[in-house]
């Protein structure tokens, strides 16, 4: 698995910039997007950083994992779950990837447009 060492994501971990944290645990952090896409828009990461979601071996399966319980446990918490929500990951540049540590990215609090079917 190939790792992130200084992403952005990596300071937001180290507390070396500040973030609007919403949930963390001993695996992932997730904060507020600071351009939201949507009135809610919430950055899941895997304090383990990796690059992209290429770099993700079967064993390591379970990140991937961690994100989407984690994301779907917030969208409950905060009562959005019922009425609607996307979750979504980017990989590589023309993937829409900007910050290379995977991340999920869960939007809600409005109608999403259905581009996907």
């Given at each position: 698995m190939t790792e992130t060492t200084?992403?952005?994501f990596d300071k937001i971990i180290r507390r070396e910039i500040p973030a609007d944290?919403?949930?963390?645990?001993?695996?992932?952090i997730a904060f507020k997007d600071i351009s939201p896409q949507a009135p809610v828009h919430v950055l899941f990461v895997p304090k383990r950083g990796v690059r992209t979601l290429n770099d993700v071996a079967?064993?390591?399966?379970?990140?991937?994992?961690r994100l989407m319980l984690a994301a779907a446990a917030y969208a409950?918490?905060?009562?959005f779950?019922?009425?609607g929500y996307r979750v979504l990951m980017n990989c590589n540049r023309d993937g829409g990837q900007t910050v290379f540590h995977?991340?999920?990215?869960?939007?809600?609090?409005?109608?999403?447009?259905?581009h996907f079917g």
């Open positions: 200084d992403s952005i944290i919403v949930f963390e645990d001993e695996h992932l079967a064993g390591d399966a379970i990140v991937v994992g409950k918490a905060q009562g779950a019922e009425s995977i991340h999920l990215h869960l939007l809600a609090g409005r109608p999403l447009d259905s």
